[in-house]
């Protein structure tokens, strides 16, 4: 990475934000501009009722909370997948132990 920043330049809900970052990191942050904006019109829903802010805020915490729940059925996953492990390396000692006691 190195220490060289370009100012991006994003539109989210109607309103320009300049960024500075790494230009390595350009696409993902573009990317990331866009699904904001795009979670922050949905909530908008046509109509100007909540305030920018509030919207940030609880887009904010909408990708958070999935963020974790994707995190928690990651890790559900990977100790599954761990227990398989444990179980054939059982499986496998018990197997071989058996052939060298032959």
Do not use: F, W
């Amino acid at each position: 990475m190195s220490d060289e920043r370009e100012v991006l330049n994003v539109r989210i809900l109607d309103k320009d934000y300049r960024i500075a970052c790494p230009p390595e990191e350009r696409e993902s942050l573009v990317a990331a501009a866009g699904e904001l904006n795009q979670r922050m019109q949905d909530m908008r829903g046509g109509t100007k009722v909540l305030g920018a802010e509030r919207m940030a805020v609880m887009a904010a915490l909408n990708v958070i909370h999935e963020r974790e729940q994707t995190t928690s059925k990651q890790t559900g996953a990977l100790d599954t997948v761990r227990n398989k492990v444990i179980q054939l390396e059982a499986k496998l000692d018990a197997a071989i132990g058996r052939r060298e006691d032959v």
